[in-house]
């Protein structure tokens, strides 16, 4: 049975969402406050956190940021402001998806499941596997420890920069658009914003270009999409 954590302070939205998804046959364990949640997050297995933005003690941003740094399971940020900048910016330290106050609960459960399906389609031991090791052009990306080199130099990516990287560089030369990119990576069609790519595309480019603002690998078509170059 999977296990979640519910990282929220407010008692009766963190009991809701608890009620919902254990009726959906997943086990639900709260922390109502950010020091908590990071301490069960990083020392006890989850397979996947729904994590409020503003809590005492810790913020969401802060739990997010440490847990990415040793574990790459799915990570619901949910949050009550509405600026772009602070889901840019949440996006950007590693979380999966961005839910903005008041949400139905019912959608909620629908990306749990999302999130959890696709990442269990990503990491199954019983997966097929054309190849365990992709080299393109400097980057090589080890397809059974999930770990990126560029010129022999590891690249810490979260879960979806993984799985963005290797889905374009299994198609290069190819264009897709954001929308494109979202469904087969997140998967979740309208439930999700396409935004989301344009922010881990920019974090990927970070990470692996070593001129960001004149990509090598990642190449955007104007009006169309993204290219990852042969």
């Known amino acids: 049975m999977k296990k979640i954590l519910i990282v929220e302070d407010e008692h009766v939205i963190a009991e809701v969402e608890k009620d919902y998804l254990e009726s959906s ?7 109502a406050s950010g020091d908590i949640g990071l301490k069960k997050a990083l020392e006890e297995d989850y397979d996947l956190i729904i994590l409020d933005l503003m809590l005492p003690k810790t913020d969401g941003f802060e739990i997010c940021r440490q847990v990415r740094k ?22 950007g330290l590693g979380a999966d998806d961005y839910m903005t106050k008041p949400f139905s609960v019912g959608e909620l459960v629908a990306r749990v499941k999302a999130h959890l399906a696709r990442y269990d389609r990503l990491t199954s031991d019983g997966r097929v596997r054309q190849q365990d090791e992709i080299r393109l052009n400097g980057i090589r990306i080890d397809k059974l420890s999930r770990k990126v080199f560029v010129h022999e130099t590891e690249v810490p990516l979260t879960s ?13 030369n190819r264009v897709f658009s954001k929308d494109d990119l979202f469904e087969k990576i997140w998967g979740l069609d309208s439930l999700g914003d396409n935004a989301t790519v344009t ?24 009006g169309v999409g993204y290219r990852f170059n042969l």
Do not use: C
């Open 25 to 31: 046959g997943y086990t639900v364990q709260i922390a």
């Open 199 to 222: 922010v881990h595309i920019s974090k990927l480019r970070e990470k692996i270009e070593a001129d960001p603002s004149n990509p090598q690998y990642i190449e955007t078509i104007w």
């Open 160 to 172: 979806k920069e993984y799985d963005l990287l290797l889905f374009l560089a299994l198609h290069p």
């Open 70 to 91: 040793v574990k790459n399971i799915p990570i619901l940020m949910i949050s009550a402001k509405k600026e772009d900048i602070d889901k840019i910016r949440g996006l």
